[in-house]
């Protein structure tokens, strides 16, 4: 339970602690010093009086030595005095700071703390007076949650149901922010995805789906936002493993109107049918079905050439083995063509697309090409097309006519109806070099993406892909199946048939996306963290120690993310000797079949990505991320890395206890599992959390800033070397 934070000057204490021993100076110097300039005065009256009628007289010299003497008594009589006084404010200022340190702790991480201070005067009914405080803010605090539970809990209960009906969807559901990063995704999304250790809540949208492909749904549906149109988009994405899946991209509006983020539905149609799996047993079948009709209609027609003069009635027999062979024939056809008929779905699906708008994404991608567009009045009906594919094909085309022909100066595109189909023609003119031949192998192949030849993909969407040269000019030609319907100003339903509608989402906070570059002027709220541990076979790692665990757990926008969690055993090729057993509880059986730590520091690797780490004694952990990374052979993670351990130090000067254990009680934290690496990993984080709260009020908002705070270069060498 924390109170809000409140920003509060940075260097008090060294202000007041000037003011303390400036107070007890005066008070104990200045009478002194009054006095001794009095007397002085006097007499130095005195002394140059007698000095003027006696001018030979040695009582001038006396005088000066004894001044001389006093001075100096007086420089050490005022030292002893600035010691008594410093020492004086030392133990005056100490239980005040001890009161300031638990009203932070109190004020920012855990109302349950409380000051302890046993000096039997005022100071210590102070600090009573401001535990009673704690405990009745923390009895209001405790009220006002009730309350709140109160409210929302109409609202808790609504979450839960969506909550379940997105657990028990057939199809994935994907939400995510303005600036395309995952912050909702259902068991079914995952599942599809099969995204491994991360769940991907946090992660790019072009980081799990291919990155042009989305880019390019994305335009779109932004586009059709800032103009006022409907925002459902139909969408394909072909990943790397050959799963193929089809959905609806659109935008989710704000409680404003606002855009505020994207909603992504999609379901798996790479999974084999029966339909597929007849069509691929068929044609496995067909050469051994077609093989006996074949040969015997062949032995029947050469013996009925060989003797023509063979009875009418053996003829007969002869031409009705013949036509019952042809029988079989047509019956392998017919499953030939019932097969094929059901590979139909193997096509992408087709949405209905103006070609128009198509062929000028096509231009757009591919400006170092001057292309002359004709007939832009002419009206042309929609076609049946996978956009996406059918713009790279389109680029593919208009690529190849460029390579083809360096020297290439123009090339004119038009669009024509046709026979049902609608046709789009590049032409060129003058000499050209490159065989048309070849063009149908050229490969299109957008990065996240299986490449697929030119023809493929054409055939993919129903399409045609011919050339035809006449004179010196030659056209490329390709048609589309219209759409049947002219497009009604852009408004598809692009929700796939039976699935729900999700809308008035709670869940789009604005949060600044920041690049590896800029981390370090980053806002420490704005960045996102990892907080790992390892347990070893022991504290010598360079005689010989290992990792047997490892575990990280995220932070995002102040919140430890529990659905993000790496936790791993590793196998340390050696026994775990006893000693250590009795703290982390990791025995040989337990790690006999874990991998290497050379086989999951890639899995660390990328789950961490260009997270901040963050660790206890940073130091110890980090030269086990060296050991990982040099078994490995991959480079070692050179993410930044921040202390809970040192940010400690700074944090709480002259507070005793800086151990994990230690920082825990005083914040509140309670650890589950400790000395296991999960457990002491999510206590860390807690931790954290409670210190990176307090670190505004000592003037350290940013990332180099803190790093700065805890001197991590300088300490971190110095303590990898003890290692």
């Known amino acids: 339970m924390t109170a809000p934070p409140q920003e509060k000057p940075v260097g008090r204490r060294r202000s007041l602690r000037r003011r303390v021993v400036a107070s007890f100076l005066g008070l104990a110097l200045l009478p002194l010093v009054a006095a001794m300039a009095a007397l002085f005065f006097v007499v130095s009256d005195y002394v140059a009086e007698f000095q003027r009628l006696q001018p030979t007289s040695p009582l001038h010299g006396q005088f000066v030595s004894v001044s001389i003497q006093a001075a100096a008594l007086l420089l050490l009589f005022s030292v002893v005095i600035t010691i008594l006084a410093w020492r004086m404010a030392d133990q005056f200022l100490g239980p005040i700071l001890k009161i300031r340190r638990g009203a932070e702790i109190v004020a920012r991480i855990n109302l349950d703390h409380r000051i302890e201070l046993d000096t039997g005067d005022e100071l210590e009914d102070l600090a009573l007076e401001f535990n009673l405080m704690a405990e009745n803010l923390g009895k209001a605090y405790g009220e006002l949650e009730e309350r709140v539970r109160e409210a929302t809990r109409t609202v808790q209960e609504e979450r839960n149901r969506l909550a379940t009906v997105l657990r028990t969807m057939v199809d994935g559901v994907v ?130 050439q060989r003797h023509r003069e063979m009875p009418e009635e053996k003829q007969m027999a002869f031409l009705t083995a013949v036509s019952e062979e042809m029988n079989r024939l047509s019956v392998r056809v017919t499953a030939i063509d019932d097969a094929a008929s059901a590979a139909r779905g193997l096509r992408w699906p087709a949405i209905p697309s103006s070609p128009r708008d198509l062929l000028e994404e096509a231009l757009l991608l591919v400006p170092e090409i001057p292309v002359r567009i004709g007939g832009n009045d002419t009206p042309i009906p929609a076609v ?94 390709l048609a589309l199946l219209q759409a049947g319907a002219v497009l009604d100003g852009g408004r598809l339903d692009g929700l796939l048939e039976g699935e729900p509608e999700f809308y008035d989402f709670d869940l789009f906070l604005p949060r600044p996306v920041v690049e590896r570059t800029d981390q370090l002027q980053a806002d420490l709220n704005d960045l996102e963290y990892v907080v790992f541990d390892t347990e070893t076979t022991g504290l010598r790692l360079s005689e010989g120690d290992k990792v047997v665990s490892i575990s990280a757990v995220r932070i995002r926008r102040g919140r430890i993310q529990n659905a993000e969690i790496f936790h791993s055993l590793v196998n340390p090729g050696r026994s775990i000797p006893p000693e250590s057993i009795k703290f982390h509880h990791i025995e040989d059986h337990m790690v006999a079949d874990a991998p290497s730590i050379g086989q999951v520091y890639p899995q660390f690797t990328e789950f961490v990505g260009d997270s901040i780490l963050v660790a206890h004694n940073a130091a110890f952990d980090k030269k086990c991320l060296e050991m990982a990374a040099a078994e490995a052979g991959l480079p070692l993670i050179d993410n930044p890395i921040l202390d809970t351990l040192f940010l400690s130090y700074g944090l709480h000067q002259g507070t005793e206890g800086h151990s994990l254990d230690a920082m825990a009680e005083r914040m509140g934290v309670v650890i589950e599992g400790r000395h296991t690496s999960l457990g002491d990993a999510r206590a860390t984080a807690h931790v954290f959390l409670g210190l990176i709260s307090l670190l505004p009020g000592r003037g350290v908002h940013t990332l180099a800033e803190a790093k700065a705070f805890c001197d991590r270069q300088l300490l971190l060498r110095w303590q990898s070397s003890r290692f």
């Open 175 to 304: 939400v995510a922010n303005e600036a395309a990063e995952i912050i909702l995704m259902n068991p079914r999304a995952r599942i599809i995805l099969d995204l491994g250790y991360t769940s991907g809540i946090g992660s790019p949208l072009a980081r799990i789906f291919p990155s042009q492909r989305l880019a390019f749904h994305l335009k779109r549906v932004r586009e059709r936002w800032e103009q006022g149109r409907e925002t459902v988009e139909d969408v394909l994405f072909p990943l790397q493993d050959g799963k193929l899946l089809k959905g609806s991209l659109s935008i989710v509006p704000g409680p404003a109107g606002e855009r505020s983020g994207f909603l992504l539905v999609f379901r798996d149609l790479s999974n084999v049918s029966d339909e597929n799996r007849m069509f691929e047993e068929t044609l496995r079948e067909m050469p051994r079905l077609l093989r006996g009709p074949l040969a015997a209609s062949r032995s029947l027609v050469e013996t009925l």
């Open 384 to 477: 049946l097309v996978e956009p996406f594919s059918w713009v790279a094909s389109l680029c593919c085309v208009l690529r190849w006519l460029t390579q083809s022909n360096p020297e290439l100066l123009t090339v004119s595109a038009d669009l024509q109806v046709e026979e049902g189909t609608v046709v789009t023609t590049f032409r060129i003119c003058g000499p050209f070099h490159g065989n048309p031949a070849e063009l149908e192998q050229q490969e299109v192949a957008p990065p996240g993406e299986l490449p697929l030849r030119l023809g493929e993909a054409v055939r993919k969407n129903r399409g045609e892909l011919w050339s035809k040269a006449s004179g010196e000019c030659l056209s490329i030609r």
